[in-house]
């Protein structure tokens, strides 16, 4: 009898160990990064492309490796706290903020925890989301996609050198906008050049303060703001009318209506983004992960807007375009 209880035992035990063995394997999940996107626009949509591609060249396979729970809050702040917290309930074990309010949302549901990798973010230290690009301090790193807007207002000098204001328009509501913006705006007082500023508190004013601004100004331009690009398309039907040329920030920008611009390629930019998230996931710290600035530009050109305004492009702008960087037809 007591050789039966004992053997009985060891079999429970065996069965026990064998059952919790399997319940360990069963444990040890692939990773979850969460992606949040601030809305829809070709922009942003071309930066999370990129982030996805970052991550599996860098061996996380989205549904293999890595399970990707993309979330897009369509402009609504009160979706990017609610989806945040999604992110945070879910234990994610990362997650990447495509535009500065989903950044800002983010941040702030990690509670300094949770890796947090930007993703193309105007100004992140001016946004107090870190302490510093070359030392961010904390859970937050990633990449920023700085405008060349120096060379921004030379093309535009350059295709347009009789214009005598420019309208700088941007979105009050958008943080690296309104950097952008006010920044341009110096380096043309710098320079000499006259500008008047426009602002929209939404899109929704985009019809009306752009008809004000093409009746005062020359020329346009367009910073990387995200209710702009949102809205270009309503821009640039108002501007074609007065025949007023748009010189914007970025490629997806020029692709909507916009006439040239040296561009930050944005889905190069997710791209290094996800390249980030990936060490990040392989056990790199936030804190002294320094972000990285992607500030030089590809030629991008539009020859549909062209002879819709009737313009002709220099020779030497149409030749980089074609060789060295990108045209619109």
């Not at 040239?260 to 944005?266: E, K, N, Y």
């Amino acid at each position: 009898m007591i050789a039966f209880i004992t053997a009985l035992v060891v079999f429970l035990g065996v069965a026990f160990f064998k059952t919790g063995g399997t319940q360990t394997t069963k444990t040890n999940k692939i990773p979850t990064v969460g992606i949040l996107q601030l809305q829809t626009h070709p922009a942003l949509d071309a930066i999370h492309r990129g982030v996805v591609a970052g991550l599996k060249e860098n061996g996380y396979v989205p549904g293999k490796t890595v399970k990707i729970d993309y979330q897009n809050a369509q402009g609504d702040q009160s979706n990017l706290k609610t989806m945040s917290q999604k992110f945070m309930n879910e234990n994610a074990a990362e997650t990447v903020a495509i535009a500065t309010p989903a950044a800002q949302a983010l941040s702030t549901a990690a509670k300094g925890k949770t890796p947090v990798i930007l993703a193309g973010i105007t100004d992140p230290a001016g946004s107090g989301l870190i302490k510093s690009n070359e030392k961010p301090g904390n859970n937050v790193t990633g990449t920023s996609g700085e405008s060349p807007l120096k060379s921004h207002l030379d093309l535009l000098r350059q295709l347009f050198p009789k214009a005598k204001t420019i309208g700088i328009i941007y979105t009050t509501s958008d943080h690296g906008g309104e950097y952008n913006a006010k920044k341009f705006a110096r380096i043309c007082k710098q320079e000499g050049v006259a500008y008047k500023m426009y602002t929209l508190a939404n899109t929704n004013d985009m019809q009306q303060v752009s008809e004000t601004m093409a009746s005062q100004v020359d020329a346009v331009y367009a910073p990387q703001d995200n209710g702009v690009a949102s809205a270009m398309k309503t821009l640039i039907n108002v501007t074609n009318k007065a025949k007023i040329p748009v010189i914007p920030a970025v490629d997806t920008m020029v692709k909507d209506g916009g006439l040239a611009t040296l561009s930050v390629d944005q889905y190069e930019l997710g791209k290094l983004s996800g390249e980030m998230a990936a060490k990040v996931l392989k056990g790199k710290a936030t804190s002294n992960y320094a972000i990285k600035l992607i500030t030089k530009g590809k030629m991008t050109v539009n020859l549909s807007e062209a002879k819709k305004l009737g313009y002709t492009f220099p020779d030497s702008v149409l030749k980089e375009a074609q060789t060295k960087g990108e045209v619109f037809k």
